[in-house]
């Protein structure tokens, strides 16, 4: 089978394009012909060492477009510039479904197309619509064009009337969304939650598969040599969270549940890997709070690391934490914590926790709740048997269920059915 996996940005270390390129490598493994397909490809920065043996094709390279939270605050500047990017968008998946064409305008090349991540549906509708081959699209976030419904409708005040006028000028690119979500013949989701979302706004049925981790990878790495190079002793507990740094991940959340630990007397750090240009203002705002609360000395930024220095980081911690909120689908990195056998801890309001069992495989906290997280600390620093237990538990799940290879063969089952229908 001839697959063309198509993603819109390859432009440096994240769950998205990990998604794309894993799941592409293991096709072709299976004995598929995989070929991955992006408007924006940074070569050198956007996991050299899988892409290296792959068939990857992009429009350009690395753009240097400016975050939204960068955009001057002037009335209706950030809302022009929002709708600009739709526009941008709209043109380069256009480019992007035509140079999937090209050379073979009478007979498509691909016999199925495999979107992965955000508004990349529309480049495969668009193919569809021309060549009539079968989309199967992991939509990885509920996202639609014109922002949460949900959140328009608990909105109040100055808010709701600023999303309103949004709904209402984004309406073009919400129309256009819905018409391409509903072109696929089969949409793949990673949790119960965005499933029920998909069904309430787009009227259309999902399957869920769970995104796989890279498991041999992450069962060996020298945290030691971690903990040297930032200077925490190795008697220090250490957590740790691996994200694009933006305000859904709740990094408030572990900031402050440090805090209480800290005035307990307890001997924390915490690490933090991660890109910071996706929200610059929101990390600014970390750091001030850091500072305000005389966590300095306790808490790293370590930026992005290159893929084969992960699994160091994740051996050099003794928890990992994963706070995000419900506008977080998934959570490949906690997974792969599990992976390096390190226990979790995990919001109940991401998509994460629906996979795990609290006290078991995990230990799952109340949302927005840096008191769930110290506690969370604290039963794991202080019972050492619960927190073998639930790194054992928790590597015995990932090994049995969350392989790319697993999640590679339920996607090439929809394929088959999609191409049957």
Not at 196 to 210: E, L
Not at 315 to 340: I, K, T, Y
Request: aromatic letters at 6%; charged letters at 25%; a neutral charge.
């Amino acid at each position: 089978m001839k697959i063309a996996v198509l993603v819109y940005s390859l432009d440096g270390i994240g769950g998205i394009a990990k998604h794309a390129l894993c799941v592409a490598r293991e096709y072709t493994r299976l004995g598929h012909e995989a070929t991955v397909w992006a408007v924006e490809w940074n070569r050198e920065g956007c996991y050299p060492r899988m892409t290296a043996e792959m068939d990857v094709r992009s429009l350009r390279g690395p753009a240097t477009r400016p975050s939204l939270e960068r955009t001057a605050r002037l009335p209706g500047v950030r809302m022009a510039a929002y709708l600009a990017q739709l526009g941008k968008y709209t043109v380069d998946q256009n480019r992007l479904a035509g140079r999937l064409a090209e050379g073979n305008a009478a007979q498509p090349e691909y016999d199925v197309i495999n979107p992965v991540g955000n508004l990349v549906s529309w480049a495969a509708a668009g193919y569809k619509r021309a060549h009539g081959t079968p989309v199967v699209w992991m939509c990885c976030d509920f996202w639609p064009p014109a922002g949460h419904p949900q959140a328009l409708a608990g909105a109040g005040g100055l808010r709701k009337v600023k999303d309103s006028v949004k709904a209402g000028l984004a309406l073009p690119f919400e129309r256009y969304d819905r018409d391409c979500v509903r072109a696929a013949d089969e949409i793949v989701v990673l949790s119960e939650r965005v499933k029920a979302q998909m069904a309430g706004h787009y009227g259309v049925q999902s399957s869920i598969v769970r995104a796989g981790v890279e498991i041999e990878m992450l069962q060996r790495g020298d945290g030691a040599r971690v903990r040297a190079r930032y200077g925490i002793s190795q008697s220090s507990f250490v957590l740790l969270t691996v994200a694009l740094l933006m305000p859904r991940r709740r990094i408030e959340d572990v900031i402050r549940a440090l805090r209480l630990l800290v005035d307990e007397g307890r001997d924390v750090r915490y690490l933090l890997v991660g890109g910071a240009y996706h929200s610059p203002e929101y990390v600014q705002a970390l750091k001030a709070e850091i500072v305000e609360c005389g966590l300095s000395e306790q808490v790293v930024f370590a930026g992005e690391v290159p893929d084969d220095e992960l699994a160091d980081h994740y051996h050099a911690c003794d928890a990992f934490v994963w706070a995000a909120d419900e506008n977080q689908s998934w959570g490949m990195a906690g997974l792969e914590a599990l992976a390096a056998r390190r226990p979790l801890i995990v919001s109940g309001a991401n998509g994460l926790a629906e996979a795990l069992e609290n006290g078991k495989t995990a230990l799952v906290t109340a949302s927005r709740s840096p008191q769930g997280i110290a506690t969370a600390v604290r039963r794991l620093g202080d019972e050492p048997g619960l927190a073998a237990s639930i790194a054992r538990q928790g590597a015995g799940l990932v090994n049995e269920r969350y392989s790319w290879r697993s999640n590679a063969e339920q996607m090439v089952s929809l394929f088959e059915r999609a191409r049957a229908r």
